[in-house]
């Protein structure tokens, strides 16, 4: 039982409760705010630096006593608290967990294990998990170089820089064996064998444990597989997901986890199936075709994507390599084996597939949004022979985001004076929302107002040391854009990854016109962008350097900006302060999209496609549709109707509405909108909501071990 105050601030930053409760954050840095700047808010690394009376001295001299009692027994009371929704609702996964496999978590921009929405995704699931109360242990890889901080040279052009996570300054362990021994487990593979150690991180009442294959058993080549996230060849990537799947099972068995459910969160980790296939022939002496039937009865798997590329394919070869180890523990034929991950089994040369092998052997596959639903169930039928498209066993999921983690603390604060007292244990109640009907426009507004001069300030911040590194020699220039953005444009963000059909660069199809719209004498408009495009995406490297060639465009300076470097906190600034996300795929390929709700939840409103989550959300009066449900059937014809859809919508809709002001210079009609926004997707579009259909639909379904479907 921790007796001072230093104790209890180390019991709070040894658990990543901490990411989503910015009192605890706040604590940290009032006791000393240039030492939080310089640890880099880190909670580890400034209890290190500061010795412990120094912390109860300090603590106790600016009254952050009662501070950090309170943070102290929330936590305590919510790591013990048994009357939660999962105690009731999670029936069996009350005695064996959900083990969530993915390749990236997002849980906060210190960790930095995951590369954009897929890992943010992961994140919030956990995060849910947590606050539900429903038991998981999250299980990925602990890459030290994380994903690589983009940074852009004179020209605009994206460079991939990697640095070392300090795992010293992060609430991470060894992860121990019921014994006490730190938990190390290895695969024999043909080539030699492939060991891993393993860390643990505590996410609220979550654990997440993490492999990490540098270690002295390992070659010099292995000892850096999981270095970078996404970094490498395919080879890399197969002994990547070769410790995900078959490392992580005996990592969590050595742990003394025993899970009644087995969630993929994409193909990336679909070896652990195989490894499980395996512990039931040899243990329980299963037949090849049993062990698969029982393995899928206690999988369920979510798919992510409908891009080719997001599938990961590997040559028979290579798989073979990886798995001939299997063969023959197993006494299987290569043939059997490598099938599994064949649309065709008996198709020799057809690689193997992480998907095709994640679909065999799950009992209930999902996609992210009811048209990924769709998109999934044409794109996968060919597994599934006899089974019209509407048959295909894959059903959906609409993803969501984690509330605690994406809202505001002014919105915070407002919806907790408005919305009610629990408010933030019933996020999935329509009624719970309704009372942001009722908050004055004038407080909405002004919380909202203030959010977004703390996102303008940020990002001036931002673009004055992006000048600073690019020109050391010339001070004019951070001082320069240190005056960019103005606090009465209308500000529209674009942020998330560039990859080609995501169209960043739709508006400049018409620089003209755009050019009249950002220069507009008493309705101007000035856009934030920021994203990350793929290492070996040459394309989305040109997009980046469209728009950064646009922003330094003397009609274009200071109204379009990019900001280096999108991670989770630049997205939570982004999300928090913009007054419109826009949005504009092709469609049918953005799976769900997240980040839009994100915005949502703070009342800033979507200007989107009608693709993934927003065809499910706009209802006409909650935010802005660019186009027609029905797309015209040439790409290029398409985009172009895209376009003047998407300035139309600008020049008619969005700018005269969020312009339009009464006499206290709130824009009423943009603030209903706003508040129309929020009660009617709020409830729907959280990852508490998610989590719930997760654990109604699939998991405790999957528990009772009941057949969904002959695999
Ligand atoms: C939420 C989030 C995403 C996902 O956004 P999309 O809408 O799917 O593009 C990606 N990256 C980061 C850093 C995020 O926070």
Not at 390 to 396: A, D, L, S, W, Y
Not at 591 to 615: Q, R
């Amino acid at each position: 039982m921790p007796n001072t105050l230093s104790d209890k601030l180390l019991f709070l930053a040894s658990n990543l409760y901490w990411t989503w409760h910015p009192e605890i954050i706040g604590v940290f840095r009032d006791i000393d705010p240039e030492l939080w700047t310089q640890v880099n808010f880190s909670p580890v690394a400034f209890l290190r630096a500061l010795p412990a009376d120094e912390v109860d001295r300090r603590s106790l001299r600016l009254n952050l006593e009662s501070r950090i009692n309170f943070a102290y027994h929330r936590l305590v009371e919510y790591l013990d608290s048994d009357r939660t929704w999962a105690r009731f609702h999670g029936g069996p996964l009350n005695a064996r967990p959900v083990a969530y496999f993915s390749a990236e978590f997002g849980i906060h921009e210190s960790l930095p294990i995951y590369s954009g929405g897929l890992g943010a995704l992961a994140g919030d699931h956990l995060k849910s998990a947590s606050d539900l109360g429903v038991p998981i242990v999250g299980v990925g890889l602990l890459y030290h170089q994380g994903y690589f901080r983009q940074v852009l040279d004179a020209n605009g052009w994206q460079h991939e820089e990697y640095g070392f996570m300090p795992i010293d300054d992060l609430p991470l362990s060894p992860a121990l064996d019921p014994a006490g021994r730190p938990v190390e487990v290895s695969i024999d593979l043909a080539g030699g064998s492939l060991g891993a150690r393993v860390w643990r991180a505590r996410v609220g009442r979550a654990t997440l444990l993490m492999l990490d294959s540098d270690i002295p058993g390992n070659s010099a080549a292995d000892r850096g597989l999981t270095a970078r996230l996404y970094g490498g060849d395919r080879r890399i990537r197969i002994r990547q997901e070769v410790i995900l799947g078959f490392g992580g099972l005996r990592a969590l068995r050595a742990c003394g986890f025993d899970p009644g459910i087995f969630h993929l969160n994409e193909g990336h980790s679909a070896f652990v199936t195989l490894e499980r296939m395996r512990e039931r022939m040899e243990l329980d002496g299963l037949s090849f075709e049993d062990a698969q039937r029982e393995v899928a009865l206690r999988t369920v798997f979510t798919t992510h994507t409908p891009v080719e590329a997001g599938h990961d394919r590997f040559a028979p070869d290579l798989a073979e390599e990886h798995l001939g180890w299997l063969t023959h523990r197993l006494g299987v034929s290569r043939e059997q084996l490598l099938g599994l991950g064949r649309v065709h089994p008996g198709d020799h040369g057809e690689h193997f597939c992480m998907t095709v092998l994640a679909l065999k052997l799950s009992r209930a596959a999902n996609a992210v949004s009811a048209i990924h639903g769709h998109v999934s169930r044409r794109m996968w039928n060919r597994l599934f022979p006899g089974h019209t498209e509407r048959e295909v066993p894959i059903g959906h999921i609409t993803n969501g985001v984690h509330v605690g983690s994406w809202l505001s603390p002014s919105m915070t604060k407002v919806y907790e004076r408005h919305v009610g007292e629990r408010w933030a244990e019933r996020l999935c109640h329509r009624d719970a929302w309704e009372g942001v009907a009722k908050i004055s426009n004038l407080e909405l507004w002004e919380a909202h107002l203030y959010e977004k001069h703390k996102l303008i300030e940020f990002v001036r911040h931002r673009l004055a040391e992006q000048e600073a590194r690019r020109s050391p020699h010339d001070p004019s220039a951070s001082a320069r854009v240190a005056r960019h953005l103005t606090r009465n444009a209308l500000t529209i963000g674009f942020a998330r990854r560039y990859a080609t059909y995501k169209r960043a660069t739709l508006l400049l199809h018409d620089i003209e016109r755009l050019a009249k719209i950002v220069n507009h004498k008493d309705r101007p408009v000035q856009f934030v962008y920021a994203g990350k495009a793929h290492p070996q995406d040459e394309g989305g490297k040109r997009l980046i350097q469209q728009i950064v060639q646009l922003s330094r465009d003397p009609r274009f300076a200071g109204k379009v900006v990019f900001v280096e470097d999108y991670d989770l906190g630049v997205a939570r600034h982004l999300v928090q302060g913009v007054d419109v996300w826009l949005n504009n795929p092709v469609k049918p390929l953005e799976a769900c999209g997240t980040s839009g709700m994100k915005v949502m939840l703070n009342g800033g409103l979507n200007l989107s496609i009608l693709d993934g989550w927003w065809a499910e959300g706009y209802d006409g009066s909650n935010g802005f549709a660019i186009g027609t449900v029905e797309s015209h059937a040439r790409p290029e014809v398409q985009e172009q109707r895209d376009s003047e859809e998407l300035f139309r919508t600008l020049e008619e809709a969005v700018i005269p509405l969020y312009f339009r002001r009464n006499a206290e210079d709130v824009p009423e009609d943009w603030v209903r909108r706003m508040k129309n926004g929020i009660t009617s997707m709020a409830w729907r579009f959280n990852s508490d909501r998610m989590v719930m259909d997760y654990v109604s639909l699939n998991y405790v379904p999957a528990s009772g071990g009941q057949s969904a479907r002959m695999p």
